[in-house]
């Protein structure tokens, strides 16, 4: 018999000493579960609060080195600009700010000229030029190239400064290698290596080094050359004034090729009359200032007839708005721009125009900083200014572009 049953005691009522110590044992465990889950998630969300703290903080770091760097090279641009520009004139200060521009029937120029080479009197100082017939601007090396016609020489004209420096033809007049006689154009071959002189009086083309003064060539003997020009192949191009026609020289020639006139004196579209300054497009067209035939004619690649560019006919009254013209340049929208015997500016033709408009110069000469007399060759340079030889006055004018 149970002895819980004698004492009156239910069984069932009855504490089990080991079940309550497993409970509790049980309890124990689940709260220390417990507090290690809790902990797990806040050490995870410490984790992930210290991280993005930590690359919050370097990020406002490495804006803040950047802004720093930002600053410190806009400050050093700042300061070298500042320094340049102490340098330079106003004039080419003013002309770095504006990248090439695209020169059409709308721009204009500043009519008060500078006088950027010569402008002293008629003479051979180094100050001074002698009826100055064709030129070259140098835009890589902001200067320009002259043929001092009458003093015999090549000058090159540093901009900003009041001399010339002889470069060709320093041992006066005459038909040696190493002398000058009546030079009537110059420009530079493609590499910029050498000067290319039209050497009139002595019936040749010569080949001249800029490095090596005792470096001469001639490139052509027996040609009555006036204008030269040179296309964006290297190929040089020649215009004949007593034989009325424009040939193009490539790189050993022995007799080049005829691109313009060649078929005896006329005015015909095949014809020319005393060619004078040539201007070569990209597309290898050539214009030549068809001096005797008071016109200028656009000859195309190939082409066996040229093609009459200005006047826009042949009407008497058209070919009076031109009296021999001297030189021809193009812009960039084909807009032709002529020194000729009508006055003493430069016009500018549009197409099929019967009449030029004068974009600067006045209809009477004078030496003002606003006129011209007589005008020669003429030339834009990579800003969209325009030079001008400024014959009667010795000088070479410089009209700076109006962007205003």
Wanted: contains cysteine; aromatic residues 6%.
């Amino acid at each position: 018999m149970n002895i819980n049953n004698r004492v009156g005691i239910d069984e069932s009522s009855v504490v089990n000493p080991n079940t309550t110590r497993l409970g509790k044992l049980r309890e124990h465990f689940r709260k220390r579960r417990l507090i290690w889950i809790i902990c797990s998630i806040i050490f995870m969300v410490l984790t992930i609060v210290i991280s993005t703290t930590v690359a919050l903080m370097n990020k406002t770091k490495r804006e803040k080195t950047s802004t720093m760097e930002t600053i410190t090279e806009i400050a050093t641009t700042t300061s070298t600009t500042t320094a340049i520009t102490t340098t330079i004139t106003t004039e080419t200060t003013s002309e770095q700010l504006f990248a090439p521009v695209i020169i059409d029937k709308n721009t204009k120029w500043k009519q008060s000229a500078s006088t950027v080479a010569g402008g002293h009197g008629q003479g051979h100082e180094l100050n001074q030029l002698n009826h100055p017939q064709g030129f070259y601007v140098d835009d890589d090396d902001d200067s320009i190239y002259i043929a001092d016609t009458n003093n015999h020489r090549i000058v090159q004209w540093k901009f900003g400064v009041n001399n010339g420096e002889i470069v060709a033809g320093k041992k006066g007049n005459g038909n040696g290698i190493d002398q000058l006689h009546t030079p009537m154009d110059v420009i530079l071959n493609k590499e910029k290596k050498y000067l290319i002189i039209c050497d009139m009086g002595n019936y040749r083309v010569i080949k001249w080094s800029r490095q090596n003064s005792q470096d001469q060539e001639i490139l052509i003997s027996s040609t009555f050359c006036w204008g030269l020009a040179i296309d964006n192949n290297g190929d040089l191009y020649i215009s004949n004034w007593m034989n009325d026609e424009v040939r193009r020289w490539e790189e050993g020639d022995t007799e080049g090729t005829v691109v313009a006139g060649g078929n005896g004196y006329g005015n015909s579209c095949n014809q020319l009359d005393q060619a004078k300054q040539i201007f070569v497009d990209i597309n290898h067209s050539v214009y030549v200032a068809d001096h005797g035939n008071n016109r200028v004619m656009k000859w195309m690649k190939d082409a066996t007839e040229g093609i009459l560019i200005a006047p826009g006919n042949v009407s008497n009254q058209a070919l009076l708005s031109m009296l021999h013209p001297i030189a021809v340049i193009v812009d960039h929208t084909g807009n032709i721009y002529i020194s000729d015997d009508t006055g003493h500016s430069i016009k500018r033709w549009l197409p099929n125009a019967i009449e030029g408009i004068a974009v600067v110069g006045k209809e009477q000469s004078g030496s003002e900083s606003t006129h011209l007399s007589k005008p020669f060759d003429l030339s834009f340079d990579r800003h969209g200014n325009l030079y001008v030889i400024d014959k009667e006055n010795n000088r070479i004018q410089k009209f700076l572009i109006d962007l205003d």
